[in-house]
T-cell receptor, first 111, second 116 residues
Framework: DQQVKQNSPSLSVQEGRISILNCDYTNSMFDYFLWYKKYPAEGPTFLISISSIKDKNEDGRFTVFLNKSAKHLSLHIVPSQPGDSAVYFCATINTGNQFYFGTGTSLTVIP | NAGVMQNPRHLVRRRGQEARLRCSPMKGHSHVYWYRQLPEEGLKFMVYLQKENIIDESGMPKERFSAEFPKEGPSILRIQQVVRGDSAAYFC??????????????FGPGTRLTVL
């Protein structure tokens, strides 16, 4: 029973263009969302987060958008760089401090 | 200020042997999570522990897998009688108790288990 879904297992984007990674969740009670980035043979590292009281959070080239009515969030990377090539996981946390991760989207930025 | 530590980084076992994976959370973190990443798949939640308590083990296979987080020492993920399908990368993460503000989990580098 997947609480957080990333329906695109992979995405390829040209360098300099925008990368948009999508994530859907099932429970409207979730109120905090995170994106993690993972390189091969390494653990995931935190990238950016957003609270449900906001609909947008920006950090440099990375922006996360939250649409609560649609239970959807997205991560925008602009401009995309080859070093952004990695697997991106979205995650959420419930009031019991339990994390739920999506299955990940593998981003390839083509030079 | 060490991060989450996992050992060993690589573990090779033959079918039927036992695998023990260790995780030391970040200093001050009392919550530990184990995840498994199978080849070509995403990160799958296994178990969530606090000191001496299993909070949520809904992602753990019903047989052969167990986890503990004792009062002293690292968290241990134990796999008995390993099979080839257990070959995967196992990640541990830790977090402090959830408060307002930053709530991310911090991940260790993972243990790559290979079952021959």
């Amino acid at each position: 029973d997947q609480q957080v879904k990333q329906n695109s297992p992979s995405l390829s984007v040209q360098e300099g263009r925008i990368s948009i990674l999508n994530c859907d969740y099932t429970n409207s009670m979730f109120d905090y969302f995170l994106w993690y980035k993972k390189y091969p043979a390494e653990g995931p590292t935190f990238l950016i987060s957003i609270s449900s009281i906001k609909d947008k959070n920006e950090d440099g080239r990375f922006t996360v958008f939250l649409n609560k009515s649609a239970k959807h969030l997205s991560l925008h990377i602009v401009p995309s760089q080859p070093g952004d090539s990695a697997v991106y996981f979205c995650a959420t946390i419930n009031t019991g401090n339990q994390f739920y991760f999506g299955t990940g989207t593998s981003l390839t930025v083509i030079p | 200020n060490a991060g989450v530590m996992q050992n060993p980084r690589h573990l090779v076992r033959r079918r039927g042997q036992e695998a023990r994976l260790r995780c030391s959370p970040m200093k001050g973190h009392s919550h530990v999570y184990w995840y498994r990443q199978l080849p070509e798949e995403g990160l799958k939640f296994m178990v969530y522990l606090q000191k001496e308590n299993i909070i949520d083990e809904s992602g753990m296979p019903k047989e052969r897998f167990s986890a503990e987080f004792p009062k002293e020492g690292p968290s241990i993920l134990r796999i008995q009688q390993v099979v080839r399908g257990d070959s995967a990368a196992y990640f541990c993460a830790s977090s402090p108790y959830r408060t307002s503000g930053s709530n991310e989990q911090f991940f260790g580098p993972g243990t790559r288990l290979t079952v021959l």
